[in-house]
């Protein structure tokens, strides 16, 4: 099973600043079966990115991803105060497919 | 317009069966890669099981042997049959379609096991 790790746990931060999340692997992904969610309290996750760095319908510019091999990044360049939530990272090439932790992201 | 809807949920004694459901629209079922992903109270995402366009299956080892996904394909619904539930199966959960990462959600069901 690959082990997804999420850095930092928490992030403080304020509207306007830069975000950037991490996604570590315990092997080996494609870039091709790496996704990003975000998700609110109360309501089901959202994919962000797909593909390591492909954004998924509707998802705003401000969103980016990047990384390949066992390092990935979530970058959100400027926070909107919608923005302020918990980020998963998944691997999804192997069965079962895993999720990361989680990155919260809270508002300084 | 896609969309899942789930149902089921319920409380349940440990070591009782429940069946969830999750109805499609705007897709078929039959020809996409469904998924169940659980969300126990207060922690992450837990990927449970996946049935493929070519009905393969897979399940995490945590619920291997005791929970089986299925498809109606005429009535384009995702089943999971849950036996032998623990109190850690408590969790909320959702159905997502697997098509460049999971890009539809239910709104989920919450399944509770305790005595």
């Known amino acids: 099973e690959v082990v997804l790790t999420q850095s930092p746990g928490t992030l403080s931060l304020s509207p306007g600043e830069r975000a950037t999340l991490s996604c570590r692997a315990s092997?080996?992904?494609?870039?091709?079966?790496l996704a990003w969610y975000q998700q609110k309290p109360g309501q089901a996750p959202r994919l962000l990115i797909y593909?390591?760095?492909s954004r998924a319908t509707g998802i705003p510019d401000r969103f980016s991803g990047s990384g390949s091999g066992t390092d990935f990044t979530l970058t959100i360049s400027s926070l909107e105060p919608e923005d302020f939530a918990v980020y998963f990272c998944?691997?999804?090439?192997?069965?079962?497919?895993?999720f990361g932790p989680g990155t919260q992201v809270d508002i300084k | 317009e896609v969309q899942l809807v789930e149902s089921g949920g319920d409380l349940i004694q440990p070591g009782g069966s429940l069946r969830l459901s999750c109805v499609a629209s705007g897709f078929s079922v039959t020809s996409n890669y469904m998924n169940w992903v659980r969300q126990a109270p207060g922690k992450g995402l837990q990927w449970v099981s996946i049935?493929?366009?070519?009905?393969?299956?897979y399940y995490a080892d945590s619920v291997k042997g005791r929970f089986t996904i299925y498809r109606d394909n005429s009535k384009n619904t995702l089943f999971l049959q849950m036996n032998s539930l623990r109190v850690e199966d408590t969790a909320v959960y959702y159905c997502?379609?697997?098509?460049?990462?999971?890009?539809?959600w239910g709104q989920g069901t919450l399944v509770t096991v305790s005595s």
């Open positions: 593909g390591a760095s």
């Open positions: 049935i493929y366009s070519d009905g393969s299956t």
């Open positions: 092997q080996i992904i494609s870039v091709s079966y």
């Open positions: 997502a379609r697997l098509l460049g990462g999971l890009d539809y």
């Open positions: 998944q691997q999804y090439g192997t069965s079962p497919g895993t």
